[in-house]
């Protein structure tokens, strides 16, 4: 998910403040119900986790109204910084994670040896590979 990296000197509590109300905003409102929408405030970084493109730009402009209610100035953003794109990425496969940290190393599904889980597994277990490799190199 993008992240947005603040590359000036903005006010950190109204920043604080604006994701706040946008958190709150968010929880209320039907058309993010059951989409596991998140902002999650960093020391230098705002993430948006949300379940489809579409619930992405909804939740900017949520927390784009905001910062600008709050008069910090959207110049301080810097869109996308430190997000990998996959396709982009050698192998088609970006090492980084697009889950909250609180469901961060949970294990979802478990493919079997049998059928076309079988390929899965072994798909999931290549890439897994590359990302292991990867790090290993940094």
């Not at 999650?40 to 600008?68: N, P």
């Not at 301080?76 to 794109?85: E, P, R, S, T, V």
Request: aromatic share 8%; charged share 40%; glycine share 4%.
């Amino acid at each position: 998910m993008p992240t947005f990296d603040v590359v000036s000197e903005v006010d950190r509590q109204e920043v604080r403040n604006a994701v706040d109300q946008a958190r709150r905003e968010v929880a209320t409102r039907y058309d993010f119900k059951n989409t596991n929408s998140n902002i999650e405030l960093g020391d230098k970084s705002i993430e948006l986790h949300t379940a489809s493109e579409e619930r992405l730009r909804a939740l900017t402009q949520v927390l784009e109204e905001k910062l600008v209610r709050r008069k910090v100035s959207l110049k301080a953003l810097d869109y996308g910084k430190g997000y990998k794109y996959a396709h982009s990425e050698e192998d088609a496969v970006a090492d980084m994670s697009c889950l909250p940290p609180a469901l961060e190393g949970r294990k979802y599904y478990d493919p079997k040896e049998r059928g076309f889980e079988k390929e899965i597994k072994r798909r999931l277990d290549g890439w897994a590979e590359i990302k292991k490799k990867r790090r290993t190199e940094n």
